[in-house]
T-cell receptor, first 114, second 113 residues
Framework: AQSVTQLGSHVSVSEGALVLLRCNYS??????LFWYVQYPNQGLQLLLK??????LVKGINGFEAEFKKSETSFHLTKPSAHMSDAAEYFC????????????FGRGTSLIVHP | KAGVTQTPRYLIKTRGQQVTLSCSPI?????VSWYQQTPGQGLQFLFE???????NKGNFPGRFSGRQFSNSRSEMNVSTLELGDSALYLC????????????FGQGTRLTVV
């Protein structure tokens, strides 16, 4: 069975500061991993995905994430936060060729202060 | 290329009524999944259709049902609505059997009163 844990339901940073959103996963097979962003009253937009290629994945809007198998982690980072980054972020895992329906974490709300 | 379109965007229904939500996937996408999003439970998988067949089903009661048409458009139906069915219902489409990337619509906000 697959599962995702996002540490921290809320993360608050100042504009220009480093953004770090944590995600740990559990999967019985090599996983596919995703980060999505959701703005108020909108659907989810894919930021980036890991599908067993390079462990450091670059996404849109300056975000990147690193797959660390030994730590079963897939943390999302951005060097410098923008006010427009304020949103809900979801980490998701799917088991590729197995049960490929993604399981989503509970989400982390990113708050950016001026 | 048009994105995933969900209609209506907002809906208010009374307890006991039924509701039908619609989802038009990205052109060429054959897989459509439905999710329920609530503050308390987060994103929960309802079901997934591929080429008009339900391939996967989440842990929801039989009041929740869906179907997919030959043009890949999908509908989900909720009968005998309960207050707890109030949620944002999201549809996602994918191009193939292995969901390596899901494209989400903006959702339908259902309020049951």
């Amino acid at each position: 069975a697959q599962s995702v844990t996002q540490l921290g339901s809320h993360v608050s940073v100042s504009e220009g500061a480093l953004v770090l959103l944590r995600c740990n996963y559990s999967s019985s097979v090599p996983p596919y991993l995703f980060w999505y962003v959701q703005y108020p009253n909108q659907g989810l937009q894919l930021l980036l995905k890991y599908t067993s290629a390079a462990t450091l994945v670059k996404g849109i809007n300056g975000f990147e994430a690193e797959f660390k198998k030994s730590e079963t982690s897939f943390h999302l980072t951005k060097p410098s936060a923008h006010m427009s980054d304020a949103a809900e972020y979801f980490c998701a895992v799917s088991e590729g060729g197995g049960s490929y329906i993604p399981t989503f974490g509970r989400g982390t709300s990113l708050i950016v202060h001026p | 290329k048009a994105g995933v379109t969900q209609t209506p965007r907002y809906l208010i229904k009374t307890r006991g009524q039924q509701v039908t939500l619609s989802c038009s996937p990205i052109s060429g996408h054959r897989s459509v999944s439905w999710y329920q999003q609530t503050p308390g439970q987060g994103l929960q998988f309802l079901f997934e259709y591929f080429s008009e067949t339900q391939r996967n089903k989440g842990n929801f009661p039989g009041r929740f049902s869906g179907r997919q048409f030959s043009n890949s458009r999908s509908e989900m139906n909720v009968s005998t609505l309960e207050l707890g069915d109030s949620a944002l219902y999201l549809c996602a489409s994918s191009p193939d059997r292995a969901i390596t990337e899901a494209f989400f619509g903006q959702g339908t906000r259902l309020t049951v009163v």
